[in-house]
């Protein structure tokens, strides 16, 4: 009925259905954010020890930090979220050349490809509109004496032009963001997840193609699942060429800048992480949230194989963590995650003695092959496209060491737990020398007894018992 009172046709009726249905399940996806910390990603239902504000970009505010003021509950107007979009965009994105390499990776975490390019996100003069375009290098001479130079041929690709309130496919929240989930003309799905970080960043694409159950044939039915088949990560950094291992030991990056290619021990992940959330939901908006303890639950940069056996997960040289499912199903959003160490602690007796080391974090759910259904005649008419169902983006600082963290220690007090008491085994017997050989007794007179001497009775009682053979003194020789 209040479908039918807003002009809503009968048949468009069960699109929108869908579409709800859909965030519903998708909102049931996520697990919650530690009680004292932060907040439910998609319904934004605040935890009762954290007042729920809308969050509003920090005048100056660098690094992904964050201001809160406003009315507990308040959703910002199109109009604002699209100003606070464009802001972040400029701020954390649009500066110029990002150069670095694009490595792909296939569905076993081979390397199947690598290229220098470069995204360019440049502003116009008055800053209300950037150009993006990639650029390629497609051949390249070394010149081999020191008054030549190299010399590089490039091909530049022009992708799109954003505007305020026309970022196309692409959202942003802190120094994170992510584009799409977008259809190529292949039929797969695209999703990318950047984080940035000073003069530098990392972007992961993740790309899914449709596949079919076993034993039916490809394109006779509609796709049932979109099951991964390319990751694409890619360190940029604002530098005169792309990072490499030896140019940040010829020129190592300053406080403040990431160094790619360093040394990440994995029990650096598991540390006490403290700072901001920005989230973001289509019911909700955007949100700040402050993290002042992260529980194991959430913690999942310290889980590099993921939550589950359905999911896909790397984790790369200098801090890099992706992990993404495996194989997207209708009714079912997935959690396309991007974990970045940008920096470690600075170094003591240093002028920046006491910085602590980061941690970056990104997180989208997306929703994929969700069924339009005729409804009167029963029939599956197509998919809906992919679309973005959350996004949360985490700066944090490292506080302080986990206590109780060995994972060794809890793997034996779960054993304890389950063990059995253990069987106290009999202490080793010390082999005896074997008997000395003694004089032959002399006979004994016709019908009297026998001697008892020399003769060795076994334990248990003196009735029914025959003497020893010698077999005893033969086992005890043969031990010694």
Known sequence: AAAAARGVSRSSLPLLLIVVAATARCASSFSPLPASAVVDRRCGSPPTTTTTTTLRMAEGGGGGGVSMPGMPGEKMSKEEDDEVQWDLFKRHHAKGSWRGTWTSYDYMGDVVDSTIASVNLNLDDEAKSAEHSHTFVTSSKVSDCQTCFDSTETKTLPVATYTPGDLRKA?????????????????????????????????????????????????????????????????EALRPGPPTAESEASNPPPRGDPKFFRPIPPFFWHKKWAGTSWTWGPSTGDRGWRIEEMDEMDAWHGRPTGDHMGVWSMRLPGGILVQCPRVFTGGEAGLCRLAWLPEDDAPPGTAEDGDPARLLRAEASVLALEPVIDEEEDLLLGFYPPSLGSLRCDVLRKVGELEDASMLKKLMEMDKDDAVAPVKEAAPQVPQPPPQPSAPAPAAAKGSAPSSEGVTKKEGGDKGEEPDSGLDAIRRSLKF
């Open 171 to 235: 959202r942003y929240a802190s120094v994170a963001s992510v584009t799409g989930p977008s259809l190529l003309r292949s039929g797969a799905m695209s999703t990318e997840l950047a984080l940035t970080h000073g003069d530098g960043r990392v972007r992961v694409t993740f790309q899914h193609a449709p596949v079919w159950e076993k034993g039916i044939e490809p394109g006779s039915c509609p796709p049932q699942g979109l099951k991964l088949f390319r990751t694409t990560v890619s360190r």
